[in-house]
Nanobody
């Protein structure tokens, strides 16, 4: 089992920055892929950033160039640096880890005011 705890969300003005953190514990040695997803009210959960154990990353066009995902394997942590935030980035952000199962954190709220 893998436990994920997110932190770092909050309220920020458009154009600002936030850094989300995800602390992983449990069977972390079996994690293959980690990522960040978000879900806005009335919308489906969507991928924000993906990081594989091989070091590759992937972003949708909506955040590419503004968001950066990074992993700190020594500290079992995943980060999401978000720059140039827009009101449409407002959502609950979730950390995800994939082994042979998919694990989710409880989410952290990010609100971007215009």
């Amino acid at each position: 089992q893998v436990r994920l705890v997110e932190s770092g969300g909050g309220l920020v003005q458009a154009g600002g920055s936030l850094r989300l953190s995800c602390a992983a514990s449990g069977s972390i040695f079996s994690i293959n892929v980690m990522g960040w997803y978000r879900q806005a009210p009335g919308k489906q959960r969507e991928l924000v950033a993906l990081s594989t154990s091989g070091g590759s990353t992937n972003y949708p066009s909506s955040v590419k160039g503004r968001f950066t995902i990074s992993r700190d394997n020594a500290n079992n942590a995943l980060y999401l640096q978000m720059n140039s935030l827009k009101p449409e980035d407002t959502a609950v952000y979730y950390c995800n880890a994939v082994t042979d199962l998919s694990y989710w954190g409880q989410g952290t709220q990010v609100t971007v005011s215009s």
